[in-house]
């Protein structure tokens, strides 16, 4: 039988203590080379989407404007990092303490240089709406990515190899773990609040004295800062980037994480960007096949399941360890809960079974 | 000066392959107020059509042209009915979502199949090059050639859309979808045969991108579709004569900004892009509807 709880004072605990765990396990698995470098490397690019993923979810999930640009935002961290590493850092990296301080350094000036971008994207945001602001951000992507292919700092159409490879599991995880931190406090803010009001009912919140301007162009700028920061870490990962890698098919790939994830929701955009970086390695067996299937599980969720596979829950670390209340549990239900419910009723009668031959 | 006229000729005949494919991009958001980003994908496929028309029938320019058509527009159809026809009621950011979707899944699945697969394929030459001297300027059979069947065919969907009876169904669908249901108008039909007529259009333009640039391959779709796209929505997006302005104008854009710097030549449609939506957010000739409250 199900017991009725007390949904106010309850708290679930429970991803509190996942988080840490998963940590350990991880790192143990990778330190003992269980997990060889090929599967370590996915584990940190499915870390790194998640991140770009999740910012793409303030923009478009909790602010609800429409941007197609993302693969620019990163492409600008990636690049400026990048060549703060190579150029100015490098001599100074001689210990492991100096090599992540400067490193955090490197990724911090990356994403400011991002969110400056990201500001310059988010100013026609306020004159355009819908259909047109995805063109625009869009534009704005190729633009940069056009960009990189002029300027000669930045090595035109050859891109800049041999970066320090210093991206790590640690530094990944941390950064993801901080990422949700930041947004859900930020989520949960006067800030966030007015985000949210943008996106439920513009004029409503305008009405109800919500700075909607300052609201979009916050969103723009703290989204273009955490892309920055992904885009840091991936060209500290793959040591070699040039401007095709952040193309307009990338920037797909984030709207295609979060959109088949669960919009609206930062947990969903992480799960759906780790699920659909694993997927493609996991089904490489068949050949060029493998890449047919994911824009079909797009298109299928977006038909049958516009909500997203993971549902707008958001984990019990993103919700304070608060219980949803039952309504929103049910309307916001994702593939997690149909699993877990179907787990249930499957013990529940289990039990009524063993209960009936006791009896 | 005769510099100036001969890329203003290749401009042109750049701008009608933009203009056809603008068409159709124009066509479908004027009805269903959908961004079709799979438009540039029909057009691909229309490529790889003729490609294989030409295989089992020789150079014949008509038919190439014919089946590639057809087959574009078959496939715009069905697209629309298998994947755009379930979302239509759904946020308008959605089916943008799907669109991505079915872009990728055109393409991707045209990679994986055995006879269209990844490697590019050499376009046959369906017209054969003569070179026309007047005043030092150089014109050549395909330029002329070119120009004109987009001509002929810009002037069959201006009539087909003001003069006949589904042309005017088109109309009242893009200006009221409701009221035009209670007035008789069947909107499934007049959406599938707009998405027809948008996928034909592509397909002509796939053909014209292959006599151009004679290798194809799976991406030429989404490259030249991302362009003509922006020249629709630079003439205004929804309108009819703005998206073959704005595909000829930036056709002769691109051409004179690729003599400049041959990497600013993609940069160039975005930057103006950029300012024509930031100080005329609807285009050059598009009406812009206010919110309603």
Redesign the interface.
């Known amino acids: 039988m199900m017991k009725i709880k007390n949904n106010d004072t309850n708290k679930t605990y429970l991803s509190y203590i996942v988080v840490p765990v998963l940590f350990f396990v991880l790192y143990y698995l990778i330190q003992t080379k269980t997990i060889n470098m090929y599967w370590r490397n996915i584990i940190l690019i499915c870390g790194i989407n998640g991140v770009v993923a999740m910012s793409l979810n303030l923009i478009n999930g909790i602010t609800g404007q429409s941007c197609l640009g993302q693969a620019g935002f990163m492409s600008v961290g990636a690049y400026v990092s990048a060549m703060l590493t190579k150029n100015v850092f490098k001599p100074y990296m001689t210990d492991t303490f100096q090599t992540y301080a400067l490193f955090v350094a490197a990724l911090i000036i990356g994403g400011l240089a991002a969110g400056l971008i990201g500001f310059l994207i988010g100013l026609p945001s306020l004159r355009l709406r819908g259909d047109y602001l995805a063109i625009i951000t869009l534009g704005f992507g190729e633009m940069i990515r056009v960009m990189w292919r002029v300027v000669p700092a930045a090595g035109r159409a050859k891109g800049i190899n041999s970066i320090p490879k210093v991206t790590n599991f640690v530094s990944v995880y941390i950064i993801v773990f901080l990422v949700m931190l930041i947004f859900r406090n930020f989520t949960k803010s006067s800030y966030g609040r007015s985000c949210i009001a943008v996106r439920e009912n513009e004029l409503a919140g305008e009405t109800m004295g919500i700075n909607t301007t300052a609201a979009k162009i916050r969103a723009f700028v703290f989204a273009a800062i955490v892309a920055g920061i992904g885009g840091g870490l991936y060209s500290h990962l793959m040591t070699f980037i040039n401007p095709d890698t952040f193309n307009s098919a990338k920037s797909t790939d984030y709207v295609l994480y979060l959109y088949t994830g669960g919009v609206g929701s930062f947990s969903s955009a992480l799960l759906g960007a780790i699920i659909f970086t694993i997927i493609p390695e996991i089904l490489r067996f068949m050949g060029e096949w493998r890449l047919v299937v994911y824009p079909l599980v797009l298109i299928l969720t977006m038909i049958y399941r516009p909500k997203g596979l993971f549902g707008k829950h958001e984990f019990g670390f993103m919700r304070f360890g608060e219980k949803e209340n039952e309504y929103e549990k049910e309307e916001n239900a994702g593939i997690l809960m149909l699993i877990s419910k179907a787990v249930k009723s499957l013990l529940n009668g289990k039990k009524e079974k063993t209960r009936k031959e006791a009896q | 000066m005769n510099n100036i006229i001969q890329l203003l000729i290749y401009g042109l005949q750049l701008g009608s392959v933009y203009a056809l494919v603008s068409l159709g991009y124009t066509m479908v958001?004027g009805i269903v107020?959908l961004?079709n980003s799979a438009h540039g994908d029909y057009l691909m496929l229309g490529a790889y059509t003729a490609f294989y028309v030409s295989l089992l029938n020789g150079n014949n320019l008509i038919l190439c042209l014919l089946g590639a058509m057809i087959a574009s527009g078959l496939i715009a159809m069905l697209s629309d009915q298998l994947?755009f026809k379930?979302?239509r009621e759904?946020?308008?950011?959605?089916?943008?979502?799907?669109a991505?979707?079915?872009?990728?899944?055109i393409q991707?699945?045209s990679?994986?199949l055995p006879f269209i697969g990844?490697i590019p394929k050499p376009f046959p030459t369906l017209i054969t090059k003569k070179l026309y001297n007047i005043l030092d300027i150089t014109v050549s059979s395909t330029q002329i050639l070119m120009i004109i069947i987009a001509l002929i065919l810009l002037f069959l969907l201006t009539y087909i859309v003001n003069n006949t009876k589904i042309g005017r169904a088109m109309r009242a669908v893009s200006l009221d979808r409701d009221a035009s249901a209670l007035m008789g108008v069947d909107i499934n039909k007049t959406i599938t045969i707009t998405f027809f007529i948008g996928g034909f259009l592509a397909g002509a333009g796939g053909v014209f991108y292959g006599i151009m640039y004679p290798t194809i391959d799976v991406s030429i779709g989404?490259l030249l579709g991302?362009k003509a796209?922006?020249a629709a929505?630079i003439g205004g997006i929804g309108n009819l004569n703005g998206a073959m302005i704005g595909g000829i104008l930036m056709g002769v854009i691109e051409i004179f900004a690729t003599s400049i710097?041959a990497?600013?030549g993609?940069?160039v449609f975005?930057?103006i892009?950029?300012i024509i939506?930031?100080f005329k957010?609807a285009g050059l000739f598009g009406k812009l509807t206010n919110?309603k409250?």
Do not use: H, M, W
């Open positions: 958001y107020r961004i994947a379930p979302v759904q946020p308008k950011f959605s089916s943008l979502v799907t991505l979707g079915v872009s990728l899944f991707n699945l990679r994986a990844p989404s991302n796209f922006i929505v710097n990497d600013i993609f940069g975005y930057l892009l950029i939506l930031i957010p919110e409250v």
